[in-house]
């Protein structure tokens, strides 16, 4: 059974760091593409922010997050971290992560397993 499990988000003020963890069982994580997505307050859609794959350790980001934003494979557990950097009120809401076998691009249909998500609020 694939499970995904997010930590991290909470209530930070603008400029500050957060880092999201996304804990993985049940899926090798030698073999994968693993994305983080968020879904804005009021909003449907889940907004693709950046995705790894590995073993090739091709990233992505979205524009706006570029140098703020970094995604990496944690060396000692099956888990995945973006460290997001200078927040901004516009990088709040529910952050998931998502992952599936590689070739995908980091667009949420394309992704078959989910975590139930964390909240990130950045306000002054």
């Known amino acids: 059974q694939v499970q995904l499990v997010e930590s991290g988000g909470g209530l930070v003020q603008p400029g500050e760091s957060l880092s999201l963890s996304c804990a993985v069982s049940g899926f090798s994580l030698e073999y994968v593409a693993i994305g983080w997505f968020r879904q804005a307050p009021g909003e449907e859609e889940r907004e693709g922010i950046s995705?790894?794959?590995?073993?090739?350790?091709?990233?992505y980001y979205t524009n706006r997050v570029k140098g703020r934003f970094s995604v990496s494979r944690d060396s000692d557990r099956d888990a995945v971290t973006l460290k997001m950097n200078n927040l901004t009120p516009d990088d709040s809401g529910i952050y998931y992560c998502?992952?599936?076998?590689?070739?995908?691009?980091?667009?949420?249909?394309?992704?078959?397993?989910w975590g139930q998500g964390t909240p990130v609020t950045v306000s002054v």
């Open positions: 995705c790894l794959s590995i073993p090739w350790d091709g990233t």
């Open positions: 998502a992952l599936d076998l590689p070739g995908r691009t980091c667009v949420s249909p394309q992704f078959k397993y």
